[in-house]
């Protein structure tokens, strides 16, 4: 069985700070793992992904994500936040070899202050 | 390329009457999926299709939801009748193929419930 743990429902930082979304996974076979971001009342958009190959995934608006399968976190970053990043952020999990479903994180809002 | 469609946008019913959302997928996409997303969780998978033929339903509540895919392209989710727990966002994505490759899976903008 998968699951995904987000740390954190709520992250609030300033803009120009660091951003740094925590997500832990369990999955018994080789993890795909997925960020989503959501804007209100719209639809999920990926961010990045990881399949194989390198473990730090750069994606898009200046995001990045590195799998470490030691700690199994695929913990999201930003070097500096933007305004426009307010949103929330989904983490998502499957498995080579399953149905391809995602399990989605429970979420954690970003709050990006002036 | 056009995106996941999703219709109605939004949509408030009383308890017990019945609901009905369309879909239409990324063209060429042979996986769609149907996800709930309840107010301040994560989407919950209900029922993922390949092609016309459904892969996984284990979490679709069977006795008030069901959902088809004529054709293997358009899908229909409905809700009869429906309990004031239905109030969420039903959001629709696909696929080329199955996540076990890594494919991205695409999401429409939802449908959102309201049961009163």
């Known amino acids: 069985a998968q699951s995904v743990t987000q740390l954190g429902s709520h992250v609030s930082v300033s803009e120009g700070a660091l951003v740094l979304l925590r997500c832990n996974y369990s999955s018994s076979v080789p993890p795909y793992l997925f960020w989503y971001v959501q804007y209100p009342n719209q639809g999920l958009q990926l961010l990045l992904k990881y399949t194989t190959g390198a473990t730090l995934v750069k994606g898009i608006n200046g995001f990045e994500a590195e799998f470490k399968k030691s700690e199994t976190s695929f913990h999201l970053t930003k070097p500096s936040a933007h305004m426009s990043d307010a949103a929330e952020y989904f983490c998502?999990?499957?498995?080579?070899?399953?149905?391809?479903?995602?399990?989605f994180g429970q979420g954690t809002t970003l709050q990006v202050k002036p | 390329e056009a995106g996941v469609a999703q219709s109605p946008r939004y949509k408030i019913i009383e308890k017990r009457q019945s609901v009905a959302f369309w879909c239409n997928p990324i063209s060429g996409h042979a996986t769609l999926y149907w996800y709930q997303q309840i107010l301040g969780q994560g989407p919950k998978l209900l029922i993922q299709f390949q092609n016309n033929g459904v892969v996984d339903d284990s979490q679709l509540p069977k006795d008030r939801f069901s959902a088809e895919r004529l054709k293997g392209v358009d899908s229909t989710l409905k809700i009869q009748p429906a309990k004031l727990e239905d109030s969420a966002v039903y959001l629709c994505?696909?696929?080329?193929?199955?996540?076990?490759?890594?494919?991205?899976?695409?999401f429409g903008e939802g449908s959102w419930l309201t049961v009163v």
């Open positions: 998502a999990v499957t498995g080579s070899g399953n149905t391809g479903k995602l399990i």
């Open positions: 994505a696909s696929s080329l193929e199955t996540s076990s490759s890594g494919n991205t899976i695409y």
